[in-house]
């Protein structure tokens, strides 16, 4: 048998003519190179095993980012049905309220003396001025905005003197802002401000305005109603927020 091209009972000799420290070095690089080779592999594996984990992790993360985003939408639109229910309670009250005022007016008629009759504009049913607002209003509830929108429209054409107009140009702009009409909502947000200044749903609406105004590229008219929401809301969020940004624009 030969070895290297030296028969292994010369190489046996060769070794064995070495000086012990030679051969203890020789075995000694043996074994650091078996040692070396292991921790290589053992590197290997480790660095295999990172990537895999660091893989995994980005996989959760990617989820993780995806799951935050599904709940803020959830959150989004669970925030706007709560409004929609807020202001449906506070709109039922109201009537109930007015209703009672109307039934007090009329048992005080009864009590006065008979006066002459005078001819006197139809009234419109309040049943069904009641039912056509809760229909409209139930468009918003279900996610129909353009059939709402156009329900709160003819509304408020055929009840212009309604206790629920300002709901009505009020949720009717929301309608039209959700189905991307967004010159519409502009103008009943508009309306809505001009008509009710006092109600509380009025710095809302001109900030929400301001959002539909940039939205077809009305510029002038965005700036003109920030500096509206700002001089006339000053204390309110979104006059605050106004003011803001009109010094930003400077």
């Known amino acids: 048998m030969r070895f290297g091209g030296v028969s292994l009972a010369v190489a046996l000799l060769l070794i064995a003519a070495l000086p012990a420290p030679a051969r203890a070095g020789m075995f000694d690089d043996e074994e650091a190179r078996a040692k070396i080779e292991q921790l290589r ?22 989820d993780f980012a995806n799951q935050v985003e599904a709940i803020k939408a959830d959150i989004a639109k669970l925030r706007g049905q709560i409004e929609v229910l807020t202001y449906e309670v506070e709109a039922a009250q109201k009537r109930q309220k007015d209703f009672y005022v109307d039934l007090d007016n009329r048992l005080r008629k009864l009590e006065q003396p008979p006066v002459e009759a005078k001819p006197e504009a139809a009234k419109a049913d309040p049943a069904l001025e009641t039912h056509d607002y809760e229909a409209a209003l139930a468009g918003i509830k279900a996610a129909k905005f353009k059939e709402a929108a156009a329900a709160f429209l003819a509304f408020i ?20 802002a959700q189905a991307r009409d967004h010159a519409g909502a502009a103008e009943l947000f508009g309306k809505f401000a001009a008509g009710w200044p006092n109600d509380e749903r009025a710095s809302g609406a001109l900030e929400s305005r301001v959002a539909s105004l940039e939205a077809i590229k009305d510029a002038k008219g965005a700036r003109a109603t920030l ?20 010094k930003k624009k400077k």
């Open 41 to 62: 592999e053992q590197l290997r594996t480790e660095v295999t095993d990172l990537g895999k984990r660091a893989d995994i992790v980005s996989r959760n993360q990617i």
């Open 157 to 176: 054409k055929t009840y212009p003197d309604s206790t629920l107009a300002a709901s009505a140009h009020y949720w009717g702009a929301y309608a039209h």
């Open 227 to 246: 500096v509206q929401l700002a001089e006339k809301y000053p204390n309110t969020d979104a006059g605050k927020r106004a003011k803001l940004r009109l």
